[in-house]
Structure formats: C-alpha cells, structure tokens
C-alpha cells in the first residue's frame, strides 16, 4: 500500500507540469516581391559576378486566442554584381506562421518563439526564395540554414547596448 501512496504523492507534480507542446496552425506568406534588375536594364548575363546578402528580421505577438502566437519571419535577399555593384536581384519575403503552444515557462517562451518557431517555418520559406529567383530567371537560390540562435543573441546584444547609450548622461564618451 505504501507504493499506491507514494504514486498518489507524485502525481499532483506531474499534473502541474505541462508537457511541451507546440504545432504549426497555420502558415502564410504576407508579402512577396521580387525585382529582376537584369531584366529591367538589359545587362548580359556574361557581364555578371553576383555577390548574394541576406538579411533576417523576427517578430512575434500573442494572439487573442490562449496559447496561440504568430511569428512573422522577414527575408531580404540582395544580389549585386561584384564587379560593378550594380543591382541584379531583389527578394523581399515575409513568411508568418501561428503556433499553438504549451507548457514553455513564461521565461522562456520569447526566445522560443524567436529562435524555434522560426527554425520550423525555414525550409519552407527556403523553399519559396528558390523557386521565386528561379523563376525570375536566375539559378534557385538555396539559402544556407540561419543561426536563429546567433541572431537572437544579437539582437539582445542590440536592445542592451541601446539601452546603455538611452541612459548615458548626455555628453558622455562611447566606451
């Protein structure tokens, strides 16, 4: 009888923990555009040496329903020519996607949702940014895997130092 006991004794603990759960509701693309320079200004394809820059931006919020956030994933993908810096290509995506979840500690659940959330959605919208640049008439882009960890990091890095410099006295040297 002392085992029943002592299982009666876990089981509040367990019932207080809810267990991670997270699935993908929904997945859109907000916005898309993508701008064929070559096209435009009739430059040779053998007159180019493309330079390829990618620039990534999160975004989260709390939707109104419980457990239930939306995160928007923004993609800029600029391609210049080498030689002459002259634009080829430009591929602006925002990709969303709104998640059920549960049982993330309240501590935890922004870098969850900036850093997790973003890493499901990434193969789709590396997806989309291959086929569009193929379609616009250059080889698919295949985007390398985003450090969505790293970028996280940096963007703490970021609102730190911004709140630093807020609250140095006026006239203050940088350090």
């Known amino acids: 009888m002392s085992d029943e006991t002592s299982n009666n004794a876990d089981q509040p603990e ?3 923990e809810t267990p991670l759960r997270m699935s993908i ?24 040496s493309p330079e390829i820059t990618v620039q990534v931006s999160l975004d989260a919020r709390k939707r109104e329903a419980a457990n239930q956030y939306e995160v928007l994933c923004k993609f800029r993908v600029a391609s210049n020519n080498a030689s002459d810096k002259a634009p080829l290509f430009l591929c602006e995506l925002d990709y969303g996607g709104v998640f059920h979840i549960e049982g993330v500690p309240e501590d935890q ?7 997790e959330c973003p890493r499901m959605l990434f193969p ?24 969505f960890v790293a970028l996280y990091r940096q963007e703490l890095q970021r609102r730190a130092q911004s709140q630093a410099d807020q609250q140095r006295p006026p006239g203050q040297p940088l350090s």
């Not at 659940?109 to 850093?115: A, G, N, S, T, V």
């Open 14 to 16: 367990q019932q207080a």
């Open 25 to 48: 509701l929904a997945q859109y693309i907000r916005d898309l555009s993508f701008e064929n320079a070559v096209a435009q200004k009739g430059i040779s394809s053998g007159d180019v």
């Open 109 to 115: 659940l922004h870098p969850f949702l900036m850093i």
């Open 124 to 147: 789709f919208v590396r997806r989309i940014i291959s086929d569009v640049t193929r379609d616009g008439g250059f080889p698919p882009f295949n985007m390398d895997p985003v450090d």
